[in-house]
């Protein structure tokens, strides 16, 4: 029996994921590298230090993947390499080794769209795979994105719906990083669940308006921004103090920045409290627009799953969140293990593996940082 196997590289963003897997989703070795210490240290991502640290990591996480899965180099078929959409230097750095160890094996090259990897990967690895078929639709909610997508096969997505600002993922790191928290070990989204889980955040504490229910309510469409201005409002409102210009455009207007914030002069309890109504208020806002996405796919199609994926997919809320939503449409919902929601190995590997049965594979990996899914 020929059962492909495929070595993925993962290096769009701050991860430096590698993975070996064969055909049936079977995980061989893998091996990832988080760069969250950088991404603290520097107030975001910054594009020229993160792929340095790629460059510095990447080599050696091939040769370890591919000495712990026990293969030989001429048991892989091909090496699928993410090769857009992401950071420019970022991507280059993976796509550049990918080339390297493709010429020197004489593997061929996959190319492999990072959005595209995020969802498939929910075909090889969730609890339900073995049923998801085409058509189905797509909640991807990452740090880069935050899109409603119908996947009508491999290569074949229509857009149903997107943020107008910020990504959910993005907005979850700025009010991590507003609320101080520690962010050189794990993402914001992830330091956010974990303290309202520690401290019991009470989602009640603090109302922050839902995003888009006025007059766009039923609008398949994203907002952050008005929810983070609120969380600064009430931030500063607590601490006595007012807001200046300049935090506000680094919180709204998407800035980065290397300083710290001021220090908090707030309990934890509060902190907890605050992070609570913000995630709570995020994912009802994800979760009012996904209803709607829903309820007009069945009326016009025969859709019957929803994947839910990307890093904010990490989230047990709004894990739970899509389920309800899923029982109440009687649909199927296929959520990626929690640890293959953030960027990996593994999910381009798979994709690599779903091109090569489809027939879909190219080897032409022109770096794209901008390149479109639909
Ligand atoms: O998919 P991903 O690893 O990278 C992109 O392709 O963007 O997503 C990273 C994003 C970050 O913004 C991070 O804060 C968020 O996913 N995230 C979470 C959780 N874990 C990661 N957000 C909410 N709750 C989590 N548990
Ligand atoms: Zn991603």
Redesign the pocket.
């Known amino acids: 029996i020929n059962n492909k196997i495929v070595l993925g590289i993962e290096t ?2 701050d991860d430096t994921g590698i993975a070996i897997m064969d055909e049936s989703g079977r995980i061989i070795s893998e091996t990832l590298i988080t760069h969250s210490q950088l991404v603290a240290d520097w107030g975001g991502v910054h594009p020229h230090e993160i792929s340095k640290a790629h460059k510095k990591t990447l080599d050696g996480a091939i040769e370890e993947t591919i000495n712990k899965s026990n293969l030989q180099t001429s048991d892989i078929d091909a090496i699928a390499v993410t090769n857009g959409p992401g950071l420019m230097s970022c991507l280059r750095t993976g796509v550049e080794a990918a080339q390297q160890l493709s010429q020197r094996t004489n593997i061929p090259l996959i190319s492999v769209h ?2 595209e990897a ?1 969802l498939l990967i929910a075909r090889g690895l969730s609890k339900e795979s073995s049923n998801l078929q085409f058509p189905f639709l797509v909640l991807l909610a ?4 935050c899109v409603i997508v119908e996947a009508n096969g491999i290569g074949d997505y229509k857009f149903i719906g997107g943020t107008l600002d910020d990504s959910i993922g993005e907005a979850f790191d700025k009010i991590a990083r507003l609320l101080n928290l520690d962010v050189s070990v794990n993402s914001g989204g992830h330091e956010i669940e974990r303290i309202v889980k520690l401290h019991d955040g009470d989602p009640k504490q603090f109302k922050f308006p839902i995003p888009m229910m006025g007059p766009k309510r039923s609008e398949i469409s994203f907002s952050f921004s008005g929810l983070k201005s609120s969380a600064l409002w009430q931030v500063r409102k607590l601490e006595n103090s007012t807001i200046n210009n300049k935090e506000l455009n680094l919180l709204v207007m998407n800035q980065k920045n290397k300083s710290q914030n001021p220090k908090l002069n707030l309990s934890t309890k509060v902190v907890a409290d605050l992070a609570a109504s913000f995630q709570s208020t995020a994912i009802a806002h994800l979760v009012d627009k996904t209803d709607i996405a829903l309820k007009k796919c069945k009326q016009n199609r025969n859709i019957k799953d929803l994947v839910v994926c ?2 904010v997919a990490a989230n047990m809320l709004l894990r739970d969140e899509m389920q309800t939503l899923c029982n109440k449409h009687n649909f199927n919902l296929h959520l990626p293990p929690i640890k293959y929601c ?2 990996n190995g593994v999910m381009v590997a798979w994709a690599g593996l779903e091109k090569l049965k489809s027939g879909l594979a190219t080897s032409d990996v022109t770096l794209k940082p901008r390149w479109p899914l639909f």
């Open positions: 769009s963003c990072h959005l995020h990452s740090g880069g994105h990307g890093g953030t960027d």
